[in-house]
């Protein structure tokens, strides 16, 4: 990073989910995960996937935990606090980011995200359609069926990702 030169036409941005454990909808991605495994189960023939998705919807959907003297049963979103959490939500915006991310070549020099937080460089190819362009992946990204927002920052020189100035 010490040596990041960017093109003349490209600058920095980031982008940080709004609450994304409580806000992944668990029957959809259920659904999006469960097709995903069974879809690539070559990829998995090791894994019982029925038996893993099994697993998975009676953690998310059981989800029971404390908060000071008193006791919850989580009722939407990720089960917080449960060792699947962390994989789930990435693997669900990993789908997401499928549906979109290849519309976007020839502007999108890096896109990298960790959980809930993204880094990337975005490039101008055509000053005149640019602004269109940066306003259409915004929308891409903060697309409602997805059911996560995103604060995204203005393309700029210099960001603040995961506590480092770049």
Not at 88 to 112: C, G, H, K, S, V
Not at 128 to 146: G, I, Y
Request: with cysteine; charged share 15%; aromatic share 12%.
């Amino acid at each position: 990073l010490v040596n990041l030169t960017l093109p003349p036409n490209c600058l920095l941005f980031t982008a940080d989910a709004e609450s994304m454990y409580t806000n992944i909808p668990t029957s959809r991605a259920l659904l999006f995960i469960g097709n995903y495994l069974r879809r690539e189960a070559a990829q998995f023939s090791d894994i019982p996937i029925d038996a893993l998705m099994a697993a998975l919807r009676i953690v998310m959907k059981n989800n029971i935990f404390t908060f000071g003297d008193t006791t919850w049963l989580q009722k939407t979103g990720t089960a917080m606090g449960t060792p699947p959490a962390p994989p789930w939500a990435t693997i669900y915006m990993a789908l997401n980011e499928e549906t979109f991310l290849d519309r976007f070549p020839n502007n999108l020099l890096l896109y990298r995200r960790y959980i809930d937080d993204v880094i990337g460089i975005w490039c101008t190819t055509d000053p005149n359609t640019n602004e269109t362009t940066w306003n259409s992946f915004q929308a891409a990204l903060n697309d409602p069926t997805f059911c996560l927002n995103w604060e995204i920052s203005d393309p700029s020189s210099s960001v603040n990702f995961l506590d480092l100035t770049i």
